[in-house]
């Protein structure tokens, strides 16, 4: 697609169930981020991923959140018994991979999560 | 570990006045990328402008510019005849040119409202 596309664009769920957002890069870029954006905040950064190599988890805040990466390309975030402090807009963003290259990071519209 | 702080929370500018939002960043690598993030309330984060730490000329994008001091650790962005589309947060980021997998770091944003 032409750019970074995030689905669902609002989810409202109750607390303790499980929510999976999902996010398609930029066909062709490598590199694959998750951050979190609460409410009037700055970007908190979640997960990495970079081409084949094992994904920076450093910043995923609980073990009810995980994501994953399939064939290099489409992401999934899943947080699991979500509670209200994981209300946020989840924003997935992707480049082209690291180096001298000069990458530019793209951002999706976000995905804003309610949890009641 | 690299940071990025924005001190301005907040800044309001007159419609065709130019405003300055700070930006500091401290990082022990010598070559990195800068970027001027801006975020509407549509959410989408939007490239504003980008500095590459070898020039030493600063970027420019129309009305956007920046005050690139490398050696103060300082990027400074620049509006000049604000207009109202561009109230929004805007954030300053960076990236290192190469290294592991550092993702993009973020302050945390000044809120800038234009008035008319």
């Known amino acids: 697609g032409a750019g970074v596309s995030q689905s669902p664009s609002n989810k409202v769920t109750e607390k303790g169930k499980d929510v999976e957002l999902r996010c398609d890069p930029i066909s062709g870029h490598t590199a694959l981020y998750w951050y979190r954006q609460s409410l009037g905040q700055g970007l908190e950064f979640l997960i990495y991923f970079q081409g084949n190599s094992a994904p920076d988890k450093s910043g995923l805040p609980s073990d009810r959140f995980s994501a994953e990466r399939t064939g290099g390309s489409v992401s999934t975030l899943t947080i699991q018994r979500t509670q209200q402090e994981d209300s946020a807009v989840y924003l997935c963003?992707?480049?082209?991979?690291?180096?001298?290259?000069?990458?530019?990071?793209?951002f999706g519209e976000g995905s804003w999560l309610t949890v009641v | 570990a690299q940071t990025v702080t924005q001190s301005q929370p907040e800044m309001s500018v007159q419609e065709a006045e130019t405003v300055t939002l700070s930006c500091t960043y401290d990082?022990?690598?010598?070559?990195?990328?800068l970027f001027w993030y801006k975020q509407p309330p549509s959410r989408q984060m939007i490239l504003v402008i980008r500095q590459e730490a070898y020039k030493q000329q600063n970027a420019t994008e129309n009305r956007f510019s920046v005050n690139f001091q490398k050696a103060a650790k300082s990027f400074s962005l620049k509006i000049s005849d604000s207009q109202l589309g561009d109230t929004a947060m805007y954030f300053c980021a960076f990236i290192p040119f190469e290294s592991g997998n550092t993702p993009l770091v973020f302050g945390k944003g000044t809120r800038l409202s234009v008035i008319a």
């Open positions: 963003a992707s480049s082209e991979g690291r180096g001298y290259s000069g990458n530019t990071i793209y």
């Open positions: 990082t022990s690598e010598s070559n990195y990328y």
